[in-house]
């Protein structure tokens, strides 16, 4: 596939994923991560949460991957922000996301109209997306969660488990 195809990929699982479950999820995850003064482990989150930990951990991983989390086994570990929440912004965490994302098409089933229409209106999209998600930040985020009292007396238990 030609770069320009990937990049309309890239873009298409980016808008996908603005309105998923599965970034409320993660996002919500974050916030936990952030407002912690100690690495969470997925198990707590996924109990916060109330979802399956299998369900968050491909998600945690690939944002240690891409430089967001930082992760340490065993008793008191976890995950926590590998940089402080300003510099975290949503377009970091849904490009860690896209990174892990198989490509779904191959460039030459790509149908003419879709190849001359509708891939480069995905890629004018998601261009005009880039400044407005790099701006959003997870601390604006955490910012708004504290003014609503939503993460007072939020400190997670200690993580014992091996």
């Known amino acids: 596939m030609r770069q320009g195809g990937r990049d309309?990929?890239?873009?298409?699982?980016?808008?996908?994923?603005?309105d998923?479950?599965?970034?409320?999820f993660l996002l919500t995850a974050l916030l936990r991560i952030a407002a912690s003064s100690r690495p969470?482990?997925?198990?707590?989150?996924?109990?916060?949460l109330q979802c399956p930990a299998r369900y968050l951990?491909?998600?945690?991983?690939?944002?240690?991957?891409g430089g967001v989390l930082q992760s340490r086994r065993g008793a008191g570990g976890g995950y926590s922000l590998a940089r402080p929440a300003g510099r975290v912004s949503l377009k970091d965490i849904l490009s860690c996301l896209d990174a892990g994302m198989q490509s779904e098409v191959e460039e030459d089933?790509?149908?003419?109209?879709?190849?001359a229409v509708v891939l480069p209106l995905l890629t004018q999209a998601g261009h005009a997306c880039h400044e407005p998600l790099?701006?959003?930040?997870?601390a604006s985020f955490l910012s708004l969660?504290?003014?609503?009292g939503l993460l007072r007396g939020a400190?997670?238990?200690?993580?014992f488990s091996i």
């Open 8 to 18: 309309m990929t890239r873009i298409a699982n980016m808008l996908g994923l603005l």
């Open 20 to 24: 998923s479950r599965r970034l409320r």
């Open 40 to 48: 969470v482990s997925g198990k707590v989150l996924a109990a916060l």
């Open 57 to 65: 951990e491909p998600d945690l991983q690939s944002l240690v991957a």
């Open 109 to 115: 089933q790509v149908c003419r109209l879709q190849q």
């Open 134 to 138: 790099s701006g959003c930040t997870l």
């Open 145 to 148: 969660a504290e003014r609503e």
């Open 155 to 159: 400190e997670l238990p200690a993580n």
